[in-house]
């Protein structure tokens, strides 16, 4: 193969060219701190970033999902917080006016104060939050209970609304009211309480401390439900958590560059830069001087 002026001539420039480009390239990225700045450059990463960036967001709506629950969980911690109140004072007047001491008058005061709870509980059952009925269940845009304690039935407070924590991992919220007024018989003990003084009748006051007991360890029991609900979102917080961190150092290994590894990189190529230019300087040194020799 015969070597000309025009072909060494040629074979520089490109290689010129391919230097500055790296060159180039090197400092966009220790400047940007990105690998690349086009999917053309690097359609595998581009591709394994999107998929990355999608679980990222999924984790992301998982982790408002917990604290929404948690908020939720909370709200409803302070209700039963409070219905344990309520129940123990009305236990506190039905043992006052169970026995002989207690007559007419006192129980219809007792009465009274006890109707106040009643109330009380139905406004409990009727909380809000965010804009809608926390015990509402499925129908959590209307008030769940009426002033006597009952509910439409064609509208019942039934239906637990639970939240995805991870894919395909589901946590239930806040009890239904069905299951926190009306199951655990909390309005039925305070409405049979009711009832025994206003007839000022000792038997059945002291058999509506039994109802109360019960109504008492059915609202404990649902507190217990909640702090194992509870549990149950740090633990699916913590993997979320793990999961993000995993998934940003994965999304950054593929995405950024060791600045200090680039910034060699760029004095490397300028260095082959410098070098090229230096010896190509010497090698194209003709002259018609150097034809007649």
Request: hydrophobic fraction near 40%; proline fraction near 2%.
């Amino acid at each position: 193969m015969r070597i000309t002026n025009n072909l060494l001539q040629r074979e520089a420039i490109a290689g010129f060219q391919h230097n500055l480009r790296e060159m180039h390239r090197a400092y966009k990225q220790a400047s940007s701190g990105l690998r690349f700045e086009r999917p053309s450059e690097d359609p595998v990463a581009t591709g394994a970033t999107m998929r990355t960036d999608g679980r990222l967001r999924a984790l992301e709506q998982y982790r408002r999902n917990i604290g929404l629950a948690r908020s939720r969980l909370s709200a409803e911690e302070d209700v039963l917080d409070q219905v344990t109140d309520l129940l123990t004072r009305a236990k506190t007047l039905a043992v006052a006016n169970a026995g002989d001491t207690a007559n007419a008058q006192t129980r219809e005061a007792a009465r009274l104060e006890v109707e106040q709870l009643m109330a009380t509980a139905v406004q409990l059952g009727n909380t809000t939050f965010q804009g809608s009925y926390l015990f509402g269940g499925q129908h959590a845009d209307t008030p769940p209970f009426a002033a006597d304690g009952t509910f439409d039935v064609d509208r019942p407070p039934l239906g637990e609304r639970p939240v995805e924590t991870s894919s395909g991992q589901l946590i239930a919220t806040t009890h239904d009211g069905q299951s926190i007024f009306v199951d655990s018989q909390v309005f039925a003990a305070l409405q049979e309480l009711s009832a025994a003084l206003a007839a000022n009748d000792g038997a059945a006051i002291r058999s509506s401390i039994t109802t109360l007991d019960a109504a008492f360890s059915a609202t404990q029991n649902l507190l217990g439900e909640v702090g194992a609900r509870v549990n149950a979102l740090e633990v699916a917080e913590t993997n979320v958590e793990a999961w993000s961190l995993h998934l940003q150092t994965f999304r950054s290994d593929l995405t950024e560059i060791e600045l200090d590894e680039d910034i060699s990189r760029l004095v490397n190529r300028q260095t082959a830069y410098e070098a090229a230019l230096l010896a190509n300087s010497r090698i194209l040194q003709t002259s018609l001087t150097d034809y007649l020799r």
